[in-house]
């Protein structure tokens, strides 16, 4: 087969959702090279501080709905609907939805 399907309904939501929800789909979608993950987060959530200086992995984000901020490395960058920002392996990033309503993203990343 040279294409296969995935949804939220196909694998369990890595946090818990309390902050929302986050879905790889990656396995599910059987890629093997690009990682894709679904990303809600309520009014207050955050993602976890990280990078992939060690994974060589870049990544990119793309605002669904909502509003995020990105914070890198001391630096906010603001996102809303039907924008998108790339950050490199070695760039530490953090998600915070700090707006009023959900937010929902489609990320990205691949070496």
């Given at each position: 087969m040279s294409y296969?399907?995935?949804s939220t309904d196909d694998v369990e939501s890595v946090i818990d959702e309390e902050w929302g929800g986050m879905w790889f789909l990656r396995d599910a979608l059987g890629s093997e090279t690009v990682g894709v993950t679904l990303l809600e987060l309520v009014p207050g959530g955050k993602g976890k501080e990280h990078d992939h200086a060690s994974s060589d992995h870049e990544e990119v984000y793309v605002v669904v709905e909502g509003t995020v901020d990105v914070?890198?490395?001391g630096e906010t960058v603001t996102l809303g609907p039907n924008e998108a920002i790339r950050l490199?392996?070695?760039?530490?990033?953090?998600i915070v939805n700090r707006g009023d309503e959900r937010a929902r993203l489609v990320l990205v990343g691949a070496p």
């Open positions: 296969r399907t995935a914070d890198c490395d490199s392996p070695d760039q530490t990033r953090q």
